[in-house]
């Protein structure tokens, strides 16, 4: 295994922790632990590439791990993969708020986890997150204003919007769109999280993050950026519990 990039895996469950750490056993070099602070142990020790653990743990949670990576100067740069298991769209708003770099959705497919872990591998950004083109009006509510614009690309973790006037960074909006060739309305919430500037100097578009996003919208963009982008995860080749 010498040369191999080392990946943390933090689950209270015994199962998921043995098919993840199987999933991911090409990818690279898997040591696992059972909870927040076993995981704060491993890094301390070992300073893993990537971590994957799981939103709702004993003794610490994944969010408050989280938190703590990210409050340390020296480990906020190991990208966190934070995973849910439950419908609600403010779990995913949990994990973000705590600084993960990517969240995804138990039961957990390998092909997705596999390429979760290596976009962090190869990027170690958000921005290194599979891009599709989307090309779609949305919404976009904050407070009393509305505003119109269109979705140019899309991830898992965001969208790039263009829009007539640039809304400030952190601001958190509320989105309304659909993908093309879907009846589906996604209305997630989002943070703006950069600019992009024109040559006149003019906002060029914004870069939002998702916050909260339930989990069949989440399942929804997830197919589209496959079908556009990469394979569709086997659906037999799931860990992480029941649907």
């Not at 269109?150 to 809304?167: K, V």
């Not at 919208?217 to 029941?242: K, L, W």
Request: charged share 30%; aromatic share 4%; net charge negative.
């Amino acid at each position: 295994m010498e040369g191999k990039r080392t990946i943390l895996l933090a689950d209270d469950a015994a199962m998921f922790r043995e098919i993840g750490a199987l999933f991911l056993a090409r990818t690279g070099r898997v040591i696992t632990a059972n909870n927040g602070y076993q995981c704060l142990e491993a890094i301390g020790r070992e300073r893993p590439d990537v971590i994957v653990a799981d939103l709702d743990m004993p003794c610490m949670s994944g969010d408050e791990l989280c938190r703590r990576i990210k409050a340390d100067e020296a480990l906020r740069q190991i990208p966190v993969i934070l995973m849910t298991s439950s419908d609600l769209a403010d779990e995913r708003a949990r994990a973000v708020r705590a600084g993960a770099d990517d969240v995804i959705a138990k039961p957990i497919h390998r092909i997705s986890l596999i390429q979760a872990v290596n976009r962090f591998l190869r990027s170690g950004s958000l921005r290194g997150l599979l891009r599709v083109q989307l090309d779609t009006n949305i919404c976009i509510r904050r407070l009393d204003e509305e505003l119109r614009g269109e979705a140019i690309n899309l991830s898992r973790g965001g969208l790039f919007i263009e829009a007539p006037c640039p809304i400030p960074i952190e601001t958190e909006v509320d989105l309304d769109f659909r993908l093309p060739g879907s009846g589906y309305s996604l209305t997630p919430t989002a943070q703006v999280v950069w600019h992009r500037e024109r040559l006149d100097g003019r906002c060029g578009g914004m870069g939002l993050q998702f916050l909260a996003l339930d989990r069949e919208s989440s399942r929804e963009i997830d197919g589209f950026i496959y079908e556009r982008g990469g394979p569709t995860p086997a659906p037999q080749a799931a860990a992480g519990g029941d649907q």
